[in-house]
């Protein structure tokens, strides 16, 4: 039974509600947090709260919780008919929010950010229900610059955040992945991927899409890599396609488009080239697993923001979109990979500055402010 339902007639001693939506950038550490909470406090109550038609109403259910939805409230930037109807959006998805805060008798509103964020922020402030911010990104959102005037606690994934009070707790992530024995599947990962056991492994993969600037650079290098005795892992992404290179002998080359178990790569793999989202950052420092970074060339900076602290602590490499071709992972990535005791550095600079832990750090502010 899901924690978010009363049983056998015993009403939960509190209720926790979780809002966030839109991305998987929200919504997966929103997941993170409560399967966290219930792991502290087994029996707690948990309602997500988000937008009719976001990408929430399907993982949501799945994971198993209870979703209640209210009026999306995007934020318009610039001058707009958007801006004139904001008001009354707002009112009536902070009437929504507050229903339902007032029907789960809610103890504290974490929030992540997205169009449900800020109704339920507004919900929780008339209720004097405590709030709790979480932000992820370098840059906050609106919603959540609005929800830290009247946080109890403000926590971000990463030390760049501009939310002034916060603390860096890390970017909540899955307990399959924080918790992840990479040396234990290691044997496991190489046969579902049809590596070989002995080989130095890069794991290349540019999120659900892919990459096209970091699949085209991986090609080029794939048969210096190949003869400099490394074998390859890549993800490229659905709507993509690729020539993978076939080898008769020696370490594979070995393309996904969509590889859906990340344990299993995370475990396969010795190296990561990837980008620099603070999902992908916050996972594969948990895990341990050195990286060259790959920032995405648009935007204000954020993705290589998110992984500057990573490189401080010596686990991992920042390579700039323009930068990265087939000649600079041939010449860079070999003398990495080929150098055990390297490898292991960068492994331990990566944990170190990484946050495996998130979830549950955040997991214990909410249970310390809710009522």
Do not use: C, F
């Given at each position: 039974m899901d924690a978010g339902r009363r049983g056998g007639g015993q009403v939960l001693s509190r209720h926790i509600v979780l809002t966030g939506g839109g991305t998987a950038g929200h919504i997966?550490?929103?997941?993170?947090?409560?399967?966290?909470?219930?792991?502290?406090?087994?029996?707690?109550g948990i309602t997500c709260v988000g937008s009719a038609g976001g990408l929430e109403t399907t993982l949501v259910p799945e994971r198993g919780y209870d979703l209640e939805v209210?009026?999306?409230?995007?934020?318009?930037?610039?001058?707009?008919?958007?801006?004139?109807?904001?008001?009354?959006?707002?009112?009536r998805a902070r009437s929504q929010a507050k229903a339902i805060l007032k029907r789960v008798d809610a103890a504290a509103v974490v929030g992540f950010g997205g169009y449900a964020a800020l109704p339920s922020y507004l919900a929780a402030r008339s209720l004097k229900v405590p709030i709790?911010?979480?932000?992820?990104?370098?840059?906050?959102?609106?919603?959540?610059?609005?929800?830290?005037?009247?946080?109890?606690?403000?926590?971000?994934?990463?030390?760049?955040?501009?939310?002034?009070?916060?603390?860096v707790t890390g970017m909540p992530i899955r307990a399959s992945i924080a918790a992840l024995d990479r040396a234990a599947l290691r044997s496991e990962a190489r046969a579902h991927f049809g590596l070989r056991e002995s080989d130095p492994t890069l794991l290349v993969y540019g999120g659900s899409q892919g990459a096209q600037r970091i699949n085209e650079a991986i090609l080029a290098a794939a048969d210096r890599l190949h003869n400099a005795g490394i074998a390859v892992l890549h993800g490229f992404g659905r709507k993509n396609q690729v020539d993978a290179p076939a080898?008769?002998?020696?370490?594979?080359?070995?393309?996904?488009?969509?590889?859906d178990r990340m344990d299993l790569a995370y475990a396969a793999a010795d190296f990561v080239l990837c980008r620099s989202g603070m999902g992908t950052v916050a996972e594969v420092s948990a895990v341990g697993l050195p990286a060259m970074y790959v920032p995405l060339p648009h935007g204000n900076g954020e993705q290589r923001r998110n992984a500057e602290p990573i490189v401080a602590a010596g686990g991992g490499l920042i390579v700039d979109n323009a930068?990265?071709?087939?000649?600079?992972?041939?010449?860079?990535l070999p003398p990495i990979?080929?150098?055990?005791?390297r490898l292991a550095a960068m492994a331990?600079?990566?944990?170190?500055?990484?946050?495996?832990e998130a979830a549950d750090v955040l997991a214990r502010r909410v249970l310390e402010v809710a009522r």
């Open positions: 997966e550490p929103m997941l993170a947090t409560a399967a966290a909470l219930q792991r502290l406090e087994p029996g707690i209210v009026a999306a409230v995007p934020l318009p930037r610039k001058p707009s008919l958007d801006l004139v109807a904001l008001p009354m959006r707002l009112r709790v911010v979480h932000e992820a990104n370098a840059t906050p959102g609106i919603a959540n610059k609005v929800g830290a005037r009247w946080a109890a606690v403000i926590a971000q994934a990463t030390p760049a955040s501009a939310l002034p009070g916060g603390e080898y008769s002998s020696g370490p594979r080359y070995v393309a996904w488009p969509y590889i930068a990265l071709t087939g000649d600079l992972i041939a010449d860079e990979l080929t150098d055990p005791t331990a600079g990566a944990r170190a500055g990484g946050h495996a």
